[in-house]
Protein backbone atom coordinates (compact mmCIF):
# COMPACT_ATOMS: atom_id res chain seq x y z
CA UNK A 1 0.00 0.00 0.00
CA UNK A 2 2.69 2.04 0.99
CA UNK A 3 4.00 1.76 -2.53
CA UNK A 4 0.81 2.59 -4.21
CA UNK A 5 0.65 5.68 -2.67
CA UNK A 6 4.19 7.02 -3.42
CA UNK A 7 3.19 5.83 -7.00
CA UNK A 8 0.17 8.63 -6.58
CA UNK A 9 1.76 10.93 -5.39
CA UNK A 10 4.27 11.17 -7.97
CA UNK A 11 1.26 11.21 -10.24
CA UNK A 12 -0.33 14.50 -8.52
CA UNK A 13 2.36 16.44 -7.83
CA UNK A 14 1.88 18.08 -11.16
CA UNK A 15 -1.92 18.29 -10.75
CA UNK A 16 -2.61 22.03 -11.45
CA UNK A 17 -5.40 21.57 -8.87
CA UNK A 18 -5.57 21.13 -5.29
CA UNK A 19 -5.42 17.48 -5.10
CA UNK A 20 -5.53 15.38 -1.28
CA UNK A 21 -5.03 11.85 -0.05
CA UNK A 22 -6.70 11.46 3.21
CA UNK A 23 -7.91 7.74 5.38
CA UNK A 24 -11.20 6.92 6.32
CA UNK A 25 -10.72 9.24 9.41
CA UNK A 26 -10.83 12.83 7.41
CA UNK A 27 -6.92 12.69 8.03
CA UNK A 28 -4.79 14.04 5.53
CA UNK A 29 -1.65 11.71 4.55
CA UNK A 30 -1.08 13.78 1.31
CA UNK A 31 -2.03 16.91 -0.79
CA UNK A 32 -0.16 18.49 -3.84
CA UNK A 33 1.92 21.36 -4.17
CA UNK A 34 -1.28 23.17 -5.99
CA UNK A 35 -3.49 22.71 -2.27
CA UNK A 36 -0.30 24.63 -0.77
CA UNK A 37 -0.69 27.20 -2.10
CA UNK A 38 -4.09 27.32 -2.61
CA UNK A 39 -5.07 27.09 1.01
CA UNK A 40 -1.89 28.78 2.06
CA UNK A 41 -1.06 26.10 4.27
CA UNK A 42 2.80 25.70 5.27
CA UNK A 43 1.71 21.99 5.97
CA UNK A 44 -1.25 19.96 6.57
CA UNK A 45 -0.19 18.01 9.71
CA UNK A 46 -2.80 17.31 12.06
CA UNK A 47 -4.99 18.79 9.67
CA UNK A 48 -8.38 16.75 9.14
CA UNK A 49 -9.79 16.93 5.71
CA UNK A 50 -13.42 18.09 7.38
CA UNK A 51 -11.54 21.81 8.33
CA UNK A 52 -10.72 22.34 4.67
CA UNK A 53 -14.51 20.96 3.01
CA UNK A 54 -16.88 21.60 6.47
CA UNK A 55 -19.99 21.77 3.52
CA UNK A 56 -18.47 18.39 1.76
CA UNK A 57 -21.30 16.52 3.19
CA UNK A 58 -24.26 18.59 3.81
CA UNK A 59 -26.86 16.14 5.56
CA UNK A 60 -27.46 12.78 7.33
CA UNK A 61 -28.52 10.95 3.93
CA UNK A 62 -25.43 12.88 2.43
CA UNK A 63 -23.25 11.03 4.81
CA UNK A 64 -25.16 7.28 4.56
CA UNK A 65 -24.82 7.87 0.58
CA UNK A 66 -21.17 9.00 0.77
CA UNK A 67 -20.36 5.68 3.06
CA UNK A 68 -22.01 3.58 0.90
CA UNK A 69 -20.98 4.47 -2.54
CA UNK A 70 -17.58 6.45 -1.51
CA UNK A 71 -17.86 8.74 -4.19
CA UNK A 72 -18.88 12.89 -4.84
CA UNK A 73 -19.47 13.86 -7.97
CA UNK A 74 -19.01 17.90 -9.26
CA UNK A 75 -20.37 18.94 -5.94
CA UNK A 76 -19.78 22.75 -5.73
CA UNK A 77 -18.98 23.75 -2.59
CA UNK A 78 -16.37 25.83 -0.80
CA UNK A 79 -12.75 25.02 0.57
CA UNK A 80 -11.52 26.88 3.81
CA UNK A 81 -7.80 28.30 3.98
CA UNK A 82 -5.87 28.63 6.58
CA UNK A 83 -6.54 31.61 7.88
CA UNK A 84 -10.61 30.78 7.73
CA UNK A 85 -11.07 32.62 4.64
CA UNK A 86 -12.71 30.17 1.53
CA UNK A 87 -13.11 30.29 -1.78
CA UNK A 88 -15.66 28.12 -4.33
CA UNK A 89 -15.15 24.63 -5.62
CA UNK A 90 -16.26 22.32 -7.76
CA UNK A 91 -15.21 19.16 -5.63
CA UNK A 92 -14.85 15.18 -6.27
CA UNK A 93 -13.94 12.59 -3.81
CA UNK A 94 -13.43 8.81 -4.63
CA UNK A 95 -11.84 5.57 -3.46
CA UNK A 96 -7.92 5.15 -4.89
CA UNK A 97 -9.43 1.61 -5.33
CA UNK A 98 -12.35 -0.87 -4.68
CA UNK A 99 -10.12 -2.24 -1.25
CA UNK A 100 -8.32 0.62 -0.30
CA UNK A 101 -9.08 3.06 3.61
CA UNK A 102 -7.62 5.60 1.26
CA UNK A 103 -9.52 8.71 -0.70
CA UNK A 104 -8.58 10.77 -2.79
CA UNK A 105 -10.35 14.29 -3.39
CA UNK A 106 -9.84 16.83 -6.25
CA UNK A 107 -10.78 20.64 -5.79
CA UNK A 108 -11.06 22.28 -8.63
CA UNK A 109 -11.35 26.23 -8.34
CA UNK A 110 -14.83 27.89 -9.06
CA UNK A 111 -14.26 31.21 -8.65
CA UNK A 112 -14.95 32.55 -12.23
CA UNK A 113 -17.69 30.50 -12.18
CA UNK A 114 -19.25 31.82 -8.71
CA UNK A 115 -18.45 35.36 -9.41
CA UNK A 116 -20.13 34.88 -13.38
CA UNK A 117 -23.01 33.54 -11.68
CA UNK A 118 -23.45 36.22 -9.23
CA UNK A 119 -23.08 38.79 -11.84
CA UNK A 120 -25.85 37.22 -13.70
CA UNK A 121 -28.21 36.85 -10.81
CA UNK A 122 -27.39 41.05 -10.13
CA UNK A 123 -28.04 41.46 -13.96
CA UNK A 124 -31.02 39.63 -13.92
CA UNK A 125 -32.30 41.17 -10.70
CA UNK A 126 -31.26 44.68 -11.89
CA UNK A 127 -33.38 44.40 -15.17
CA UNK A 128 -36.54 43.58 -12.89
CA UNK A 129 -36.04 46.69 -11.23
CA UNK A 130 -35.53 48.14 -14.53
CA UNK A 131 -38.53 46.41 -15.75
CA UNK A 132 -40.73 47.44 -12.71
CA UNK A 133 -39.32 51.13 -12.84
CA UNK A 134 -40.08 51.41 -16.98
CA UNK A 135 -43.53 49.80 -16.23
CA UNK A 136 -44.39 52.48 -13.08
CA UNK A 137 -42.68 55.24 -15.21
CA UNK A 138 -44.91 54.34 -18.32
CA UNK A 139 -48.28 54.78 -16.19
CA UNK A 140 -47.80 57.56 -15.08
CA UNK A 141 -46.52 59.22 -18.00
CA UNK A 142 -49.53 57.77 -19.99
CA UNK A 143 -51.71 58.90 -17.09
CA UNK A 144 -50.16 62.25 -17.17
CA UNK A 145 -50.45 62.91 -20.96
CA UNK A 146 -54.07 61.81 -21.27
CA UNK A 147 -55.41 64.01 -18.54
CA UNK A 148 -54.07 67.54 -20.29
CA UNK A 149 -55.43 65.79 -23.80
CA UNK A 150 -59.08 64.69 -22.83
CA UNK A 151 -59.26 68.11 -20.94
CA UNK A 152 -58.17 69.68 -24.83
CA UNK A 153 -60.39 67.86 -26.64
CA UNK A 154 -63.16 68.26 -24.50
CA UNK A 155 -63.06 72.07 -24.55
CA UNK A 156 -62.65 71.69 -28.53
CA UNK A 157 -65.61 69.60 -28.74
CA UNK A 158 -67.90 72.63 -27.32
CA UNK A 159 -65.71 75.21 -29.23
CA UNK A 160 -66.74 73.13 -32.75
CA UNK A 161 -70.59 73.61 -31.24
CA UNK A 162 -70.51 76.98 -31.13
CA UNK A 163 -70.75 79.64 -33.91
CA UNK A 164 -67.03 79.08 -36.04
CA UNK A 165 -66.62 80.64 -39.65
CA UNK A 166 -64.75 77.80 -42.38
CA UNK A 167 -61.44 78.98 -41.47
CA UNK A 168 -61.83 78.26 -37.10
CA UNK A 169 -63.76 75.10 -38.31
CA UNK A 170 -60.61 73.93 -40.26
CA UNK A 171 -58.52 74.91 -37.31
CA UNK A 172 -61.12 73.11 -34.63
CA UNK A 173 -61.19 69.96 -36.91
CA UNK A 174 -56.82 69.82 -37.48
CA UNK A 175 -56.72 70.47 -33.71
CA UNK A 176 -59.09 67.19 -32.62
CA UNK A 177 -57.34 64.99 -35.70
CA UNK A 178 -53.99 65.48 -33.37
CA UNK A 179 -55.80 65.20 -29.98
CA UNK A 180 -57.32 61.43 -31.14
CA UNK A 181 -53.21 60.68 -33.15
CA UNK A 182 -51.99 61.37 -29.72
CA UNK A 183 -54.50 59.59 -27.75
CA UNK A 184 -53.50 56.26 -30.15
CA UNK A 185 -49.75 56.68 -29.49
CA UNK A 186 -50.20 57.04 -25.80
CA UNK A 187 -52.66 53.61 -26.08
CA UNK A 188 -50.19 52.15 -28.09
CA UNK A 189 -46.98 52.48 -25.88
CA UNK A 190 -50.09 51.47 -23.16
CA UNK A 191 -50.89 48.68 -24.52
CA UNK A 192 -47.03 47.58 -25.54
CA UNK A 193 -45.57 47.60 -21.69
CA UNK A 194 -48.84 45.74 -20.42
CA UNK A 195 -48.11 43.13 -22.92
CA UNK A 196 -43.65 43.13 -22.06
CA UNK A 197 -44.90 43.05 -18.71
CA UNK A 198 -47.33 39.97 -19.01
CA UNK A 199 -50.16 42.36 -17.35
CA UNK A 200 -52.53 41.96 -20.03
CA UNK A 201 -55.79 39.23 -19.34
CA UNK A 202 -58.30 38.46 -22.10
CA UNK A 203 -61.95 38.15 -21.58
CA UNK A 204 -64.35 35.71 -22.44
CA UNK A 205 -67.34 37.02 -23.00
CA UNK A 206 -70.59 36.51 -25.36
CA UNK A 207 -70.58 39.00 -28.06
CA UNK A 208 -71.81 39.91 -31.59
CA UNK A 209 -69.85 39.79 -34.35
CA UNK A 210 -72.14 41.98 -35.95
CA UNK A 211 -71.48 44.80 -33.68
CA UNK A 212 -67.97 44.54 -33.14
CA UNK A 213 -67.55 45.22 -37.09
CA UNK A 214 -69.86 47.53 -36.61
CA UNK A 215 -68.28 49.60 -34.13
CA UNK A 216 -64.81 49.20 -35.98
CA UNK A 217 -66.52 50.20 -39.23
CA UNK A 218 -68.01 53.89 -37.41
CA UNK A 219 -64.86 54.45 -36.13
CA UNK A 220 -62.91 54.25 -39.75
CA UNK A 221 -65.50 55.26 -42.35
CA UNK A 222 -65.40 58.94 -41.77
CA UNK A 223 -61.43 58.68 -42.73
CA UNK A 224 -62.31 56.62 -45.35
CA UNK A 225 -64.54 58.60 -47.05
CA UNK A 226 -62.06 62.39 -46.53
CA UNK A 227 -59.80 60.35 -48.99
CA UNK A 228 -62.39 59.48 -51.11
CA UNK A 229 -61.93 55.69 -50.68
CA UNK A 230 -64.58 53.30 -50.98
CA UNK A 231 -65.29 51.05 -48.10
CA UNK A 232 -66.34 47.23 -49.02
CA UNK A 233 -67.47 44.70 -46.94
CA UNK A 234 -67.68 41.48 -47.95
CA UNK A 235 -69.09 38.52 -46.14
CA UNK A 236 -68.61 34.96 -47.66
CA UNK A 237 -70.88 31.94 -46.82
CA UNK A 238 -72.40 31.63 -43.28
CA UNK A 239 -70.73 33.44 -40.65
CA UNK A 240 -72.09 32.77 -36.48
CA UNK A 241 -73.21 36.13 -34.85
CA UNK A 242 -72.48 35.13 -31.40
CA UNK A 243 -69.21 33.92 -29.73
CA UNK A 244 -67.69 33.71 -27.00
CA UNK A 245 -63.85 36.08 -26.87
CA UNK A 246 -62.67 39.87 -25.84
CA UNK A 247 -64.06 41.32 -27.92
CA UNK A 248 -62.54 44.91 -27.14
CA UNK A 249 -59.35 43.03 -28.75
CA UNK A 250 -60.61 41.79 -31.58
CA UNK A 251 -62.25 44.89 -32.46
CA UNK A 252 -58.79 46.72 -31.84
CA UNK A 253 -56.95 44.48 -34.47
CA UNK A 254 -59.41 45.06 -36.97
CA UNK A 255 -59.75 48.91 -36.36
CA UNK A 256 -55.58 49.00 -36.41
CA UNK A 257 -55.82 46.89 -39.60
CA UNK A 258 -58.45 48.81 -41.15
CA UNK A 259 -56.86 52.45 -39.83
CA UNK A 260 -53.21 51.41 -41.35
CA UNK A 261 -55.06 50.28 -45.08
CA UNK A 262 -57.14 53.61 -45.03
CA UNK A 263 -54.02 55.61 -44.28
CA UNK A 264 -51.23 53.85 -46.73
CA UNK A 265 -54.69 54.26 -49.58
CA UNK A 266 -54.59 57.46 -51.24
CA UNK A 267 -56.76 56.30 -53.98
CA UNK A 268 -59.07 52.98 -54.89
CA UNK A 269 -60.50 50.99 -51.84
CA UNK A 270 -60.24 49.38 -48.53
CA UNK A 271 -61.90 45.85 -47.81
CA UNK A 272 -62.96 43.75 -45.16
CA UNK A 273 -63.67 40.36 -45.63
CA UNK A 274 -65.09 37.72 -43.41
CA UNK A 275 -65.88 33.45 -43.80
CA UNK A 276 -66.42 31.12 -41.34
CA UNK A 277 -63.14 28.61 -42.21
CA UNK A 278 -64.94 25.87 -40.11
CA UNK A 279 -67.93 25.22 -37.85
CA UNK A 280 -68.26 22.27 -35.23
CA UNK A 281 -71.11 22.33 -32.57
CA UNK A 282 -68.31 24.49 -30.45
CA UNK A 283 -66.08 26.44 -32.21
CA UNK A 284 -65.92 28.30 -35.24
CA UNK A 285 -62.86 29.53 -36.99
CA UNK A 286 -63.10 32.80 -38.93
CA UNK A 287 -60.77 34.33 -41.54
CA UNK A 288 -60.50 38.47 -41.58
CA UNK A 289 -58.67 40.33 -44.96
CA UNK A 290 -58.19 43.53 -44.75
CA UNK A 291 -57.60 44.61 -48.27
CA UNK A 292 -56.58 47.90 -49.44
CA UNK A 293 -55.54 49.55 -53.42
CA UNK A 294 -52.08 51.66 -51.34
CA UNK A 295 -48.52 51.66 -51.43
CA UNK A 296 -48.35 48.00 -50.79
CA UNK A 297 -44.91 46.20 -49.42
CA UNK A 298 -41.78 44.81 -50.65
CA UNK A 299 -40.73 41.28 -49.95
CA UNK A 300 -37.55 42.66 -48.31
CA UNK A 301 -39.82 44.99 -45.99
CA UNK A 302 -42.29 42.65 -44.95
CA UNK A 303 -39.11 41.29 -41.91
CA UNK A 304 -39.38 44.44 -40.66
CA UNK A 305 -42.99 44.81 -40.78
CA UNK A 306 -44.00 43.12 -37.25
CA UNK A 307 -41.29 44.31 -35.28
CA UNK A 308 -41.53 46.84 -32.30
CA UNK A 309 -40.83 50.39 -32.94
CA UNK A 310 -40.31 49.73 -36.81
CA UNK A 311 -41.84 50.71 -39.88
CA UNK A 312 -40.72 49.25 -43.18
CA UNK A 313 -38.91 52.77 -43.72
CA UNK A 314 -38.22 56.19 -42.52
CA UNK A 315 -39.59 57.85 -45.03
CA UNK A 316 -43.20 56.35 -43.73
CA UNK A 317 -42.86 57.34 -39.82
CA UNK A 318 -41.85 61.14 -41.72
CA UNK A 319 -44.81 60.99 -43.86
CA UNK A 320 -47.65 59.16 -42.27
CA UNK A 321 -46.63 58.86 -38.81
CA UNK A 322 -46.93 56.97 -35.89
CA UNK A 323 -45.06 54.60 -33.76
CA UNK A 324 -44.51 51.57 -34.97
CA UNK A 325 -46.13 49.34 -32.49
CA UNK A 326 -49.49 48.64 -34.16
CA UNK A 327 -48.62 46.29 -36.00
CA UNK A 328 -46.89 43.94 -33.21
CA UNK A 329 -49.21 44.62 -30.71
CA UNK A 330 -51.96 43.22 -33.68
CA UNK A 331 -49.60 40.10 -33.70
CA UNK A 332 -49.55 39.49 -30.12
CA UNK A 333 -53.18 40.10 -29.20
CA UNK A 334 -54.10 37.42 -31.68
CA UNK A 335 -51.04 35.18 -30.82
CA UNK A 336 -53.18 35.36 -27.45
CA UNK A 337 -56.07 34.59 -28.51
CA UNK A 338 -54.51 31.59 -30.43
CA UNK A 339 -54.80 33.40 -34.07
CA UNK A 340 -52.36 34.20 -36.87
CA UNK A 341 -51.47 37.40 -38.26
CA UNK A 342 -49.72 37.41 -41.38
CA UNK A 343 -49.89 39.47 -44.96
CA UNK A 344 -49.57 39.41 -48.43
CA UNK A 345 -48.42 41.76 -50.65
CA UNK A 346 -46.55 43.95 -53.66
CA UNK A 347 -44.69 47.33 -54.00
CA UNK A 348 -47.45 49.72 -55.67
CA UNK A 349 -50.43 47.09 -55.63
CA UNK A 350 -51.79 47.10 -52.43
CA UNK A 351 -51.91 44.94 -49.18
CA UNK A 352 -54.05 42.02 -47.50
CA UNK A 353 -53.77 41.21 -44.26
CA UNK A 354 -55.01 37.85 -42.95
CA UNK A 355 -56.35 37.39 -39.35
CA UNK A 356 -57.53 34.13 -38.37
CA UNK A 357 -58.80 33.39 -34.60
CA UNK A 358 -60.94 30.10 -33.10
CA UNK A 359 -63.96 31.14 -31.18
CA UNK A 360 -66.71 29.44 -29.15
CA UNK A 361 -69.98 29.47 -30.44
CA UNK A 362 -72.13 31.69 -27.88
CA UNK A 363 -75.46 30.78 -27.16
CA UNK A 364 -78.06 31.83 -30.34
CA UNK A 365 -76.27 29.13 -32.29
CA UNK A 366 -78.32 29.86 -35.59
CA UNK A 367 -77.80 33.59 -35.46
CA UNK A 368 -76.05 34.53 -38.64
CA UNK A 369 -74.21 37.42 -38.73
CA UNK A 370 -76.47 40.58 -39.79
CA UNK A 371 -75.29 41.67 -42.63
CA UNK A 372 -75.53 41.26 -46.15
CA UNK A 373 -74.28 38.10 -48.26
CA UNK A 374 -71.86 39.16 -50.98
CA UNK A 375 -69.91 42.88 -51.06
CA UNK A 376 -71.63 45.56 -49.74
CA UNK A 377 -70.21 49.19 -49.95
CA UNK A 378 -70.64 51.72 -47.38
CA UNK A 379 -70.17 55.72 -47.04
CA UNK A 380 -69.97 58.20 -44.09
CA UNK A 381 -73.66 57.21 -43.29
CA UNK A 382 -72.53 54.29 -41.69
CA UNK A 383 -75.03 51.36 -42.42
CA UNK A 384 -76.49 52.86 -45.97
CA UNK A 385 -74.99 52.13 -49.17
CA UNK A 386 -73.67 54.43 -51.25
CA UNK A 387 -76.30 55.72 -53.95
CA UNK A 388 -74.02 55.01 -57.23
CA UNK A 389 -71.46 52.52 -57.88
CA UNK A 390 -68.64 53.38 -60.63
CA UNK A 391 -68.03 51.51 -63.86
CA UNK A 392 -65.65 49.15 -62.15
CA UNK A 393 -68.36 47.97 -59.60
CA UNK A 394 -70.75 48.20 -61.60
CA UNK A 395 -68.92 45.37 -63.69
CA UNK A 396 -67.68 43.69 -61.13
CA UNK A 397 -70.69 42.85 -59.60
CA UNK A 398 -73.25 43.03 -62.30
CA UNK A 399 -71.67 40.97 -65.46
CA UNK A 400 -70.27 38.13 -63.66
CA UNK A 401 -74.04 37.59 -61.55
CA UNK A 402 -76.19 38.10 -64.92
CA UNK A 403 -74.07 35.45 -66.07
CA UNK A 404 -74.07 33.22 -63.13
CA UNK A 405 -78.01 33.39 -62.87
CA UNK A 406 -77.42 35.37 -59.38
CA UNK A 407 -80.26 37.06 -58.31
CA UNK A 408 -80.46 40.79 -56.92
CA UNK A 409 -80.39 41.52 -53.23
CA UNK A 410 -81.29 45.29 -52.48
CA UNK A 411 -79.75 47.03 -49.64
CA UNK A 412 -82.01 50.48 -49.02
CA UNK A 413 -80.07 54.22 -47.68
CA UNK A 414 -81.02 57.36 -47.93
CA UNK A 415 -83.74 56.34 -50.47
CA UNK A 416 -81.38 54.87 -53.03
CA UNK A 417 -81.02 51.19 -54.42
CA UNK A 418 -77.80 49.73 -54.64
CA UNK A 419 -78.02 46.47 -56.73
CA UNK A 420 -75.67 43.67 -54.78
CA UNK A 421 -75.54 40.38 -56.37
CA UNK A 422 -75.19 36.98 -54.85
CA UNK A 423 -75.65 33.24 -56.29
CA UNK A 424 -78.95 31.51 -55.63
CA UNK A 425 -79.21 28.89 -53.01
CA UNK A 426 -80.06 26.41 -56.05
CA UNK A 427 -76.80 27.61 -57.87
CA UNK A 428 -75.65 24.46 -59.75
CA UNK A 429 -72.41 22.65 -60.69
CA UNK A 430 -73.09 24.05 -64.30
CA UNK A 431 -72.86 27.81 -63.03
CA UNK A 432 -69.56 26.99 -61.19
CA UNK A 433 -68.07 25.37 -64.14
CA UNK A 434 -68.84 27.83 -66.74
CA UNK A 435 -67.45 30.50 -63.73
CA UNK A 436 -64.61 28.66 -64.04
CA UNK A 437 -64.09 28.26 -67.79
CA UNK A 438 -64.57 32.35 -68.07
CA UNK A 439 -62.12 32.95 -65.64
CA UNK A 440 -59.36 30.84 -66.99
CA UNK A 441 -59.81 32.77 -70.63
CA UNK A 442 -60.10 35.79 -69.04
CA UNK A 443 -56.73 35.80 -67.11
CA UNK A 444 -54.96 33.91 -70.31
CA UNK A 445 -56.13 36.91 -72.28
CA UNK A 446 -55.46 39.50 -69.83
CA UNK A 447 -58.51 40.94 -69.12
CA UNK A 448 -58.06 41.32 -65.61
CA UNK A 449 -61.37 43.69 -64.82
CA UNK A 450 -63.29 41.26 -65.98
CA UNK A 451 -61.37 37.66 -64.44
CA UNK A 452 -61.63 39.64 -60.90
CA UNK A 453 -65.68 39.68 -61.48
CA UNK A 454 -65.50 35.91 -62.01
CA UNK A 455 -63.46 35.31 -59.14
CA UNK A 456 -65.27 37.71 -56.75
CA UNK A 457 -68.39 35.71 -58.14
CA UNK A 458 -66.57 32.02 -57.91
CA UNK A 459 -65.53 32.60 -54.36
CA UNK A 460 -69.29 33.35 -53.58
CA UNK A 461 -69.94 29.73 -55.20
CA UNK A 462 -67.34 28.10 -53.92
CA UNK A 463 -68.33 29.01 -50.23
CA UNK A 464 -71.95 27.88 -50.78
CA UNK A 465 -70.65 24.78 -52.43
CA UNK A 466 -68.05 23.45 -50.87
CA UNK A 467 -66.86 25.48 -47.56
CA UNK A 468 -63.39 23.80 -47.97
CA UNK A 469 -62.36 25.41 -50.52
CA UNK A 470 -63.00 29.22 -49.24
CA UNK A 471 -59.23 29.86 -48.72
CA UNK A 472 -58.22 28.51 -51.97
CA UNK A 473 -61.14 31.03 -53.71
CA UNK A 474 -59.50 33.68 -51.31
CA UNK A 475 -55.66 33.14 -52.88
CA UNK A 476 -57.31 33.23 -56.14
CA UNK A 477 -58.64 36.04 -56.00
CA UNK A 478 -55.78 38.21 -54.57
CA UNK A 479 -53.46 36.74 -57.30
CA UNK A 480 -56.67 37.94 -59.89
CA UNK A 481 -55.70 41.29 -58.31
CA UNK A 482 -52.53 41.36 -58.47
CA UNK A 483 -52.77 40.00 -62.32
CA UNK A 484 -50.59 36.91 -61.97
CA UNK A 485 -51.68 34.93 -64.90
CA UNK A 486 -49.50 31.42 -63.89
CA UNK A 487 -50.72 31.26 -60.02
CA UNK A 488 -54.48 31.92 -61.40
CA UNK A 489 -54.46 29.70 -63.96
CA UNK A 490 -52.88 27.09 -61.49
CA UNK A 491 -55.56 28.07 -58.73
CA UNK A 492 -58.38 27.56 -60.86
CA UNK A 493 -56.99 24.48 -61.94
CA UNK A 494 -57.08 23.15 -58.52
CA UNK A 495 -60.59 24.69 -57.67
CA UNK A 496 -61.99 23.22 -60.81
CA UNK A 497 -59.99 19.31 -60.11
CA UNK A 498 -61.53 18.99 -56.50
CA UNK A 499 -65.23 20.64 -58.09
CA UNK A 500 -65.32 18.01 -60.81
CA UNK A 501 -64.14 15.05 -58.83
CA UNK A 502 -66.84 16.00 -56.05
CA UNK A 503 -69.60 15.60 -58.62
CA UNK A 504 -68.12 12.52 -60.08
Request: one cysteine or more; a negative charge; glycine letters at 6%.
Amino acid sequence: MIQELETYKKLLDGVGEAVFLFDSSGKIIYHNDSAKSELEYKDFEGVNVSSIFPRMIHSTEDNRVFWSNRTIRDRRTFAYRSNNTCYPVKLSVRKLDEDSEYFVAYAINDQQHYDDERANKKIVADAEEATRMKDQFTANITHELRTPINGIKGLIEDLKRTPLNVEQQECVKIVLHSCDNMTKIINDILDYAKIEAGKITLEEREMSLTNVINDVLRLQISKAVEKGLKVIVNIVGKVPDAVIGDELRIGQILSNLLSNAIKFTSTGYVGLDLTATSVDKDYVELLFMVIDTGIGISPEEKDKLFQSFSQVDGSITRRYGGTGLGLSITRQFASMMGGTVSVESEKGKGSTFYFSVKLRLGGNRGDLINFPQGKSEYSHVFGKAMSQESEEEDELFADPGEESGASPLTLTGSGQNIPLYIPKEEADMKEMKDCIEKLSICAELGAWEKAEGYATTLKQLVANYNPDLTKKAFALLLNTRKEKTEEVLEQTEQIRRTVWNSNE
